[in-house]
Nanobody
Framework: QVEVVESGGGSVQAGGSLILTCKVS????????QAWFRQAPGKEREGVGS????????LHADSVKGRFTISRDNAKNTMHLQMNSLKAEDTAMYYC?????????????????WGQGTQVTVSS
């Protein structure tokens, strides 16, 4: 059973920064992709960024380009989402997803394994 655990959420004022961390159990091969999604109340789940386990292939949603950066720390087998210049509209539950072997994707249906989520709240 693959375990996915997110951490690092919290409350921050607009313009601030947060970094989220995701730990996925088991090995992570270069052809495997992980991703961050978010879901605000009353809205659909939105893909934020996707990265392969080697860290060389990345995809960011247009809504976060230039502000958010997805990355991997292979020494620790963790994935991160650095979020800068946060806005009130970034407020959401953020989810880590894993188990995609078909390429970078911001589609939720591409991922088999999901964490429980970590809340990010940005106050204006």
């Amino acid at each position: 059973q693959v375990e996915v655990v997110e951490s690092g959420g919290g409350s921050v004022q607009a313009g601030g920064s947060l970094i989220l961390t995701c730990k996925v159990s088991g090995d992570c091969y270069n052809s495997h992709y992980q991703a961050w999604f978010r879901q605000a109340p009353g809205k659909e789940r939105e893909g934020v960024g996707s990265i392969n386990c080697g860290g060389g292939t990345k995809l960011h949603a247009d809504s976060v380009k230039g502000r958010f950066t997805i990355s991997r720390d292979n020494a620790k087998n963790t994935m991160h989402l650095q979020m800068n210049s946060l806005k009130a509209e970034d407020t959401a539950m953020y989810y880590c997803a894993a188990g995609n072997t078909n390429g970078a994707s911001l589609s939720a249906s591409s991922y088999k394994y999901w964490g429980q989520g970590t809340q990010v709240t940005v106050s204006s």
